[in-house]
């Protein structure tokens, strides 16, 4: 299958999926909490599934309600194997939580996660005392034992913040206390989305600056009721369409929300798109668009719609983090540059900046290269291309947001599927 994307008018209103990132927090920590947990508005989405998955496996039992899960965890299972499917959060937060096992697991996965390195996680487990075989020497899988028989351990936070997030949910649970010091820290936000997650599972996290994080043991997890948030990584894109193409309202969001990809309003305001709330209702409308600066290296996932975004303004936008971007599900820096080169933009990356001209979009053939985010941001640019823009292997999209190209089509985008005999173009 294809998907073309023709220069179309966006109007509408919307619902995005909900965060895939706080669900599989809240997956994980329901199975930390030794009862009945119920998750209101859960997300639909591959990455979520892998995560219930194994969390299953784990012990814990899942049943469906009408719009919440509900997940009975009792006496936890150490398995011998748990997939992540290609979930880097899933891989990062679960390795530390079996690690509390001292039975042996295997942690495998499929697609694009076998490509990712987990050197960090490799060297934070061991500082901390666990035993890691890796039969995939610098990638999946890796296997599990012993349990955790240190107190201290130097932690590079440099890749990313999602090893982390598992470390401040497992460690509460040892006997001990841990100090963690954190090098280097990337992706702060997501910090403090697990740090206020875990507060209402009733567990306590301090940190200094987040270099610090001394971590009380025997804390213990209580069942509670939580609701997943609208996500405002699903909602980017469909802001940018807003706002290069028309109008959209997305209802839900959280204006608070700890979400890093919130950010996304920051940059609409600085290229001047038009921005207003009403209650929950946020409602973007195009503008006169500039090119503007910005900041991605909190919040990484915001880099393919950003460039979507660039590519409608007067002007060259420059947006840092590029480093950021090299070990997500593509090496998303170079399969920007590459892709958004076949539609007309000629995107230069000088060390940490990405330089984006404004008002070239020919349109063409791209291809997501399996990743869910630039699939998304290409179909975007399509919606103000000259010529339509066709995308291969644009399934991808399940892993955050199954209906993207369904929602994309009923505010007004140009969509439509086709049979193709090979994916790769
Ligand atoms: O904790 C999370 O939910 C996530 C953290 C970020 O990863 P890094 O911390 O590796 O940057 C982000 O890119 C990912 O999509 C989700
Ligand atoms: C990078 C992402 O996810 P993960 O690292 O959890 O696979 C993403 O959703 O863009």
């Given at each position: 299958?294809?998907?073309?994307?023709?220069?179309?008018?966006?109007?509408?209103?919307?619902?995005?999926?909900?965060?895939?990132?706080?669900?599989?927090?809240?997956?994980?920590?329901?199975?930390?909490?030794?009862?009945?947990?119920?998750?209101?508005?859960?997300?639909?989405?591959?990455?979520?599934?892998?995560?219930?998955?194994?969390?299953?496996?784990?012990?814990?039992?899942?049943?469906?309600?009408?719009?919440?899960?509900?997940?009975?965890?009792?006496?936890?299972?150490?398995?011998?194997?748990?997939?992540?499917?290609?979930?880097?959060?899933?891989?990062?937060?679960?390795?530390?939580?079996?690690?509390?096992?001292?039975?042996?697991?295997?942690?495998?996965?499929?697609?694009?996660?076998?490509?990712?390195?987990?050197?960090?996680?490799?060297?934070?487990?061991?500082?901390?005392?666990?035993?890691?075989?890796?039969?995939?020497?610098?990638?999946?899988?890796?296997?599990?034992?012993?349990?955790?028989?240190?107190?201290?351990?130097?932690?590079?936070?440099?890749?990313?913040?999602?090893?982390?997030?598992?470390?401040?949910?497992?460690?509460?649970?040892?006997?001990?206390?841990?100090?963690?010091?954190?090098?280097?820290?990337?992706?702060?936000?997501?910090?403090?989305?697990?740090?206020?997650?875990?507060?209402?599972?009733?567990?306590?996290?301090?940190?200094?600056?987040?270099?610090?994080?001394?971590?009380?043991?025997?804390?213990?997890?209580?069942?509670?009721?939580?609701?997943?948030?609208?996500?405002?990584?699903?909602?980017?894109?469909?802001?940018?369409?807003?706002?290069?193409?028309?109008?959209?309202?997305?209802?839900?969001?959280?204006?608070?929300?700890?979400?890093?990809?919130?950010?996304?309003?920051?940059a609409?305001?600085k290229?001047?798109?038009?921005?207003?709330?009403?209650?929950?209702?946020?409602?973007?409308?195009?503008?006169?668009?500039?090119a503007f600066d910005f900041d991605a290296t909190h919040c990484p996932?915001l880099f393919?719609?950003l460039v979507?975004?660039a590519?409608?303004?007067?002007g060259e936008t420059r947006i840092k983090g590029v480093h950021r971007l090299e070990?997500?599900?593509?090496?998303r820096g170079i399969?920007l540059q590459?892709?958004f080169?076949?539609?007309?933009v000629p995107i230069r990356i000088e060390e940490d900046e990405m330089i984006i001209p404004g008002?070239?979009?020919?349109?063409?053939?791209?291809?997501?290269?399996?990743?869910?985010?630039?699939?998304?941001?290409?179909?975007?640019?399509?919606?103000?291309?000259?010529?339509?823009?066709?995308?291969?292997?644009?399934?991808?999209?399940?892993?955050?947001?199954?209906?993207?190209?369904?929602?994309?089509?009923?505010?007004?985008?140009?969509?439509?599927?086709?049979?193709?005999?090979?994916?790769?173009?």
């Open positions: 299958m294809r998907v073309r994307i023709q220069a179309s008018t966006i109007k509408g209103k919307l619902t995005p999926p909900s965060s895939k990132s706080m669900m599989q927090r809240a997956l994980a920590a329901a199975m930390l909490a030794k009862g009945t947990s119920i998750i209101h508005n859960p997300c639909k989405c591959e990455d979520a599934e892998a995560a219930t998955d194994i969390i299953q496996r784990m012990g814990s039992e899942v049943n469906k309600q009408d719009t919440a899960l509900q997940v009975i965890s009792s006496e936890g299972v150490a398995p011998e194997i748990i997939n992540v499917g290609e979930s880097g959060l899933s891989l990062r937060m679960f390795s530390p939580i079996v690690a509390l096992n001292p039975a042996k697991t295997e942690i495998n996965g499929r697609g694009s996660i076998l490509k990712r390195p987990i050197h960090n996680i490799l060297e934070g487990l061991e500082n901390l005392g666990i035993e890691c075989e890796n039969t995939g020497k610098g990638f999946l899988p890796i296997q599990l034992q012993s349990g955790y028989k240190s107190n201290f351990a130097k932690i590079d936070g440099s890749l990313g913040s999602q090893f982390l997030t598992g470390l401040l949910m497992a460690l509460p649970c040892r006997a001990e206390d841990t100090t963690l010091k954190v090098n280097n820290l990337k992706s702060i936000p997501y910090i403090n989305m697990t740090i206020d997650l875990l507060k209402d599972f009733g567990i306590e996290i301090t940190h200094e600056d987040y270099k610090t994080f001394a971590i009380k043991g025997n804390q213990k997890y209580k069942p509670t009721e939580y609701t997943i948030e609208a996500d405002w990584s699903s909602a980017a894109p469909l802001l940018v369409a807003g706002a290069i193409k028309g109008s959209v309202s997305l209802e839900h969001m959280n204006q608070n929300s700890y979400q890093a990809d919130k950010e996304i309003l920051t609409l305001k290229c001047g798109a038009s921005i207003k709330w009403e209650g929950n209702t946020l409602s973007v409308e195009k503008k006169g668009l500039n996932d393919p719609p979507a975004l590519a409608n303004c007067n070990h997500k599900e593509s090496n399969v590459k892709e080169a076949k539609l007309g008002g070239r979009l020919r349109g063409g053939l791209a291809n997501s290269n399996n990743d869910h985010r630039i699939a998304m941001a290409l179909a975007v640019a399509g919606l103000s291309s000259l010529n339509p823009v066709e995308i291969g292997q644009h399934e991808c999209v399940a892993k955050s947001y199954p209906d993207f190209f369904t929602d994309l089509r009923k505010i007004g985008g140009g969509v439509a599927q086709f049979y193709f005999k090979s994916q790769f173009v």
